[in-house]
């Protein structure tokens, strides 16, 4: 009898062990709170300089466009961003470390400066805000003007034109520590770009 209890016993730890490997740890909170004044909220994201999210994004220019996947790593002033997609763009590997730039294709090809910038034009129909873009995914303007639509009584910034581009935060979703954007858009005459944003990790 004793054979059956000890059998019965190890299968319940294997059961459990294996419960808890299935569970992820939670993100870290970095930030004030999804909950916090929009005040604390902003102070913290413009000081935020890493994060990674990954999710779908949709662009339309010159009467064409293409959907894909998107990974996006922000450490301190480097920027990766990894697009996948059709529209010939297979993978697309972008890096910007300050104001140098470089992308890598799915072909082998590798390509910097100036080249790398025409490249990326080319594939995309439109110049992307590169200097820009770490903020705006983080639903903020860039440091410099901007004209603001935010909600009078919160702060809560819904969106923002700067350089050209119209940027809306469609919807906003707790995470790290501060209401991010879930739904972001951004648009200027001749190209717009949609992003739905999975997940995000510091």
């Known amino acids: 009898m004793r054979a ?37 909220q902003r102070a913290g994201l413009e000081k935020l300089d890493r994060f990674t999210l990954s999710g779908r994004v949709a662009v339309a220019a010159n009467g064409q466009g293409f959907s894909g996947s998107l990974r996006y790593q922000q450490q301190q002033q480097k920027s990766d961003m990894a697009l996948d997609g059709p529209l010939g763009m297979g993978g697309l590997r972008v890096a910007l470390d300050g ?33 820009e873009l770490r903020w705006w995914l983080l639903g903020i303007p860039a440091p410099g003007e901007a004209s603001l639509n935010q909600d009078a009584l919160s702060g809560e910034i819904h969106g923002f034109l700067q350089n050209g581009w119209q940027v809306n935060i469609d919807a906003r979703s707790p ?17 717009r770009l949609k992003l739905l944003v999975e997940s995000w990790q510091p």
């Open 4 to 40: 059956p209890r000890v059998g019965l016993a190890g299968s319940v730890a294997l059961l459990l062990l294996a419960g808890c490997r299935t569970i992820a740890p939670p993100a870290p909170i970095i930030g004030p709170g999804a909950g916090a004044p929009w005040s604390e």
């Open 99 to 131: 104001e140098t730039l470089s992308i890598s294709t799915s072909r082998g090809d590798q390509l910097d400066g100036l080249e790398a910038r025409a490249e990326l034009e080319r594939r995309l129909g439109f110049a992307l805000p590169l200097a």
């Open 175 to 191: 995470a790290l520590g501060f209401a991010l954007p879930q739904k972001l858009s951004a648009t200027r005459e001749g190209a």
